[in-house]
């Protein structure tokens, strides 16, 4: 079992940063994939980012180059760096915990934070 507590999120104009970050705890942190999803109004969950038990790192094409995401098994966290952001980025966003080996869609993660909004004013 795995709890997930995401934090940082915010209201920030177009341009601008913000780091996310999701606490773990329950389990040993380092034996789970971990990922971001965000959700807007009226859209589906989407996938932004992940990072694997071992280091191996993917994104969707509409944040590569933009975020960055990365692990500290020390703590117990992950963080989600977001640069350039835009308008198009408000969601809120999810962080997830699974150890399936798709790492892409909502169905490879079996644990869930309950969100923090990010909102980017243009």
């Known amino acids: 079992q795995v709890q997930l507590v995401e934090s940082g999120g915010g209201l920030v104009q177009a341009g601008g940063s913000l780091r996310l970050s999701c606490a773990a705890s329950?389990?040993?942190?380092?034996?789970?994939?971990m990922g971001w999803f965000r959700q807007a109004p009226g859209k589906e969950r989407e996938f932004v980012a992940t990072?694997?038990?071992?280091?191996?790192?993917y994104y969707a094409d509409s944040v590569k180059g933009r975020f960055t995401i990365s692990r500290d098994n020390a703590k117990n966290t992950v963080y989600l760096q977001m640069n350039s952001l835009k308008p198009e980025d408000t969601a809120v966003y999810y962080c997830?915990?699974?150890?399936?080996?798709?790492?892409?869609?909502?169905?490879?993660?079996?644990?869930w934070g309950q969100g923090t909004q990010v909102t980017v004013s243009s």
């Open positions: 997830a915990a699974g150890t399936a080996l798709g790492r892409t869609t909502p169905k490879d993660y079996g644990y």
């Open positions: 329950g389990r040993t942190f380092s034996t789970y994939n």
């Open positions: 990072i694997s038990l071992n280091g191996r790192i």
